[in-house]
């Protein structure tokens, strides 16, 4: 019991610290994923309207899906427009509009802000073809200090030649200090500051210690280190399991009928499988101590609220390659997947994070996580939560739906609802 008020009175200091804070601004996010949106007809110059959803490949760090406009004009002159995003308006204090671009053709792109303030400056920049950009433009040196209300974000190419086909990729569109009309966070509107988000790299492997302080160590690896140079010489991956073992983290992921108990240790035993056949260490974060970590806030929460645990993992299993089970291979693979903490709810709803903190990865972008609720798929944003409602009590499934890197993954969840 004192182990366990310990642990609650930490929680909600945790919890306080960040109340505290309240007053420092976030970065919104306003396009990235696909999200929906739409370019103004007023003053748009672009030859077509934009592609909101497009899928073109991974280019450097541009992942789809991001924004594509192309096209070509008879004359030479500027291609411009204004974007309208669901999470505008949004008042901000000085910062950076952020955004990745990449065009096909050399040429100068600019950016600027619209709102009660009026049409901001532009800010260019110099691109150079098929090469990607991550762009930061000064808030104050597009429209001033103090406050200000962004209704529309602007982008244009300029001095584009006549019958030139270009075509241009935006993404990841954020800007960096968004605060709401009280002066609090950005994160203060949608109400998520009784949980603590980490800004964390989820493909470093080390975490803090965030709702424990005990000492959970790994998993003990199951190939011994004077073998692994010869395993390493027979594959690039960082992790090799058995086929059983394959078989058995397939199953969890595929399976369209568990127990509670079952979907609540499915990821913890997936993620035990590869993360004890390493060949090398410290590559993901310690998926036993994210696990228990995410139990004990669950537990503290009444089993109300709880992170998302979210595994993406590249790995190989070893097989056989021909008929005559003679000759033994190793096949690549990635594990994507996610899971809770818990096996039952207390009551007919949960809230849900998604916290880097709590991804266990070797993989660079996070994946796009979607749940199915409501009747629809709607997308669970990264540093946000959702609410789940369960129509009665008993086992009940959740749909979510991982994207990353070309894999969608479509996977049910188990709880039991009390």
């Keep these: 019991m004192k182990n366990r008020m310990s642990r609650c009175a930490a929680l909600i200091g945790t919890v306080l610290s960040l109340s505290s804070f309240a007053q420092v601004c976030q970065e919104v996010s306003l396009y990235k994923d696909g ?26 760090t541009l992942t789809p899906p991001y924004i594509r406009l192309s096209g070509q004009k008879d004359r030479a002159g500027d291609w411009t427009g204004t974007l309208s995003l669901s999470k505008l308006p949004v008042t901000v204090q000085g910062g950076n509009l952020s955004m ?23 800010r260019f ?81 080390q975490r803090s210690g965030k709702f424990s302080t005990e ?7 199951a190939i011994a280190v004077e073998n692994r140079q010869k395993i390493k010489d027979s594959t690039q991956m960082d992790f090799v399991v058995s086929l059983e073992e394959f078989s058995q983290i397939s199953s969890y992921v595929e399976s369209q009928s568990l127990t509670a108990k079952q979907s609540r240790d499915g990821w913890y035993r997936s993620m035990y499988y590869i993360e004890r056949g390493r060949l090398r260490d410290s590559v993901i974060a310690n998926p036993k101590a994210l696990f228990y970590e995410a139990s004990t806030f669950a537990s503290e929460m009444d089993n ?24 033994k291979e190793f096949f690549n693979t990635r594990l994507l997947a996610a899971g809770l903490p818990v096996e039952w709810v207390n009551g007919s709803s949960m809230k849900v994070y998604y916290d880097p903190y709590f991804v266990s990865t070797n993989r660079q972008h996070l994946p796009k996580v979607e749940v199915y609720t409501h009747g629809k798929w709607n997308v669970l944003e990264v540093d946000s939560s959702m609410e789940i409602d369960f129509e009665s009590a008993g086992v ?3 749909p979510v739906r991982l994207t990353e890197g070309g894999l969608v993954v479509t996977q049910y969840l188990y709880v039991e609802v009390r």
């Design 35 to 60: 999200e929906a949106g739409k370019m103004e007809q007023s003053g748009m110059t672009f030859p077509e309207a934009p592609e909101w959803s497009a899928n073109w490949g991974e280019m450097e």
């Design 100 to 122: 990745k671009v990449r065009a096909s053709q050399k040429g100068k792109f600019g950016v600027w802000l619209e709102g009660d303030f009026g049409t901001s400056a532009v």
């Design 125 to 205: 920049y110099d691109l150079d073809a098929n090469k990607t950009y991550s762009l930061q433009a000064p808030v104050t040196e597009l429209v001033g200090g103090g406050n200000s209300v962004v209704r529309h974000v602007g982008i244009g190419m300029f001095d584009v030649p006549a019958y030139q086909y270009t075509t241009l990729f935006v993404d990841d569109v954020a800007l960096s200090c968004g605060v709401d009309a009280n002066g609090g966070s950005a994160e203060s509107l949608s109400g998520e500051i009784d949980y603590p988000f980490e800004s964390i790299d989820a493909s470093k492997p």
């Design 215 to 221: 000492t959970f160590p790994k998993t003990t690896a």
């Design 304 to 327: 109300q609220s709880m992170p998302l645990l979210i595994g993406n993992v590249d790995y190989a299993y070893r097989g056989y390659s021909d008929t005559t089970l003679q000759k």
């Design 396 to 398: 009940q499934r959740i």
